[in-house]
């Protein structure tokens, strides 16, 4: 069955630093890898996402890496804030466009002062 | 733009009873996806609608069926209700063709008693 197993279950990290969630896929065939925070009552929304041609993707705070050979991706949270509190899940497809999105089980981030 | 909404918000059913979710695309989207997310686990694949038919379905049985609306708007049916069919059911849309990735709702919060 194709799986995405993402870790750690949860995470506190101290306002400012840096919140990392790795994820781990065993689908070769998945080609992209979109990233989603969801707040409580809410749906998942999308943070950021790469396809495996590239190895780190950088969107002001938020950034993924890529290990296309350990089939390896995670996201960096730096200078975490407070705000960044949510559950974060990593998430694969065989391809963009395609909506059957393999989820992770989320990662709950606390971000304390 | 309301972006995707789903009705209703909360529901509670009993054993062997049959359900009706509803959900409405975002604005422009003619594609709409149906996800379950069980209490403490990422959201899982139930089918997608394009076209007024079921294009990919996951690993749910025919219990859950659905239906798409010549407006695009959708709804997910589950018969023959089980405690374990108590979840977030999630809608999510996207524009087919387009270069955004799909957007998902607030959920339906189903408890099956």
């Known amino acids: 069955q194709q799986q995405v197993k993402q870790s750690p279950q949860s995470l506190i990290v101290q306002k400012g630093g840096i919140s990392i969630i790795n994820c781990a896929y065993e689908?070769?065939?998945?080609?992209?890898f979109p990233w989603y925070q969801q707040f409580p009552g809410k749906g998942p929304a999308l943070l950021i996402a790469?396809?495996?041609?590239?190895s780190e993707k950088k969107e002001g705070r938020f950034t993924i890496s890529f290990n296309k050979s350990a089939k390896q991706f995670s996201l960096h949270i730096m200078d975490s804030q407070p705000g960044d509190s949510a559950t974060y899940f990593c998430?694969?497809?065989?391809?963009?466009?395609?909506?059957?999105?393999?989820f992770g089980t989320g990662t709950r981030l606390t971000i304390i002062p | 733009d309301a972006g995707v909404t789903q009705s209703p918000t909360h529901l509670i059913k009993t054993r062997g009873q049959q359900v009706t979710l509803r959900c409405s695309p975002k604005?422009?989207?003619?594609?709409v996806s149906w996800y379950q997310q069980a209490l403490g686990q990422g959201p899982q694949f139930i089918f997608q609608?394009?076209?007024?038919?079921?294009?990919q379905r996951g690993n749910f049985p025919d219990r859950f069926s659905g239906h798409q609306f010549p407006n695009y708007s959708s709804e997910l049916n589950v018969n023959a209700l089980l405690l374990g069919d108590s979840a977030l059911y999630l809608c999510?849309?996207?524009?087919?063709?387009?270069?955004?990735?799909?957007?998902f709702g607030p959920g339906t919060r189903l408890l099956v008693l």
């Open positions: 999510a849309s996207r524009a087919s063709g387009g270069l955004e990735t799909q957007y």
């Open positions: 689908n070769t065939a998945f080609d992209y």
């Open positions: 790469i396809r495996p041609d590239v």
């Open positions: 998430a694969a497809s065989i391809s963009f466009g395609n909506e059957k999105l393999t």
């Open positions: 604005s422009g989207h003619d594609t």
């Open positions: 609608y394009y076209e007024e038919e079921e294009r």
